[in-house]
């Protein structure tokens, strides 16, 4: 058997989300703001790239029958309790859960994409690879239409 083809390797983007239950309300302070503060709030990269910002988004997205707001929160390192302090004012926090994953590929230029088809001969219809675009893009979407591809060629080889 022929050696595995190259598949290149993917660098992910280290994404941290931290769900928050409260009654408390966002701390307009902290946002140097006066009045309301939104209920999502997006952030995008400062002026000096090498620094991070304190969180990619922040938004309520429910309400609890308790009447707590449930948050969540999406950022670039971990959200300690004491910025949740800063963060959130007017009662305590009930319920933290804290979550680290390797959310999505970092979007370099690609030379080289991995083949979707390993070994064409083996046992007449050969061996696929249908995350050849997560180095391009990572979503369920397209790895189904990747594997529907895949279906189809397969399907067009066994029956011409």
């Known amino acids: ?3 595995l083809p190259c598949i290149p390797p993917v660098t992910y983007i280290r994404l941290h989300v931290t769900l928050v239950a409260t009654k408390a309300v966002y701390n307009p302070g902290f946002f140097s703001l006066n009045g309301s503060v939104p209920s999502a709030i997006l952030t995008t990269l400062p002026n000096n790239t090498n620094d991070i910002p304190i969180f990619n988004s922040i938004s309520r997205v429910l309400r609890l029958p308790t009447g707590e ?6 950022s670039p390192g971990r959200i300690t309790d004491e910025l949740l302090d800063e963060l959130f004012i007017g009662a305590p926090i009930e319920w933290i859960f804290r979550k680290q994953w390797e959310a999505y590929p970092r979007l370099d230029p690609i030379e080289k994409f991995a083949p979707i088809e390993l070994y064409p001969d083996l046992e007449g219809i050969g061996v696929w690879y249908t995350s050849g675009i997560e180095s391009f893009i990572s979503t369920m979407e397209t790895s189904a239409l ?3 591809n895949i279906a189809a060629l397969v399907t067009k080889r066994l029956w011409k």
């Open 1 to 3: 058997m022929n050696p």
């Open 69 to 74: 707001s449930g948050y969540k929160i999406f």
């Open 146 to 148: 990747s594997g529907r």
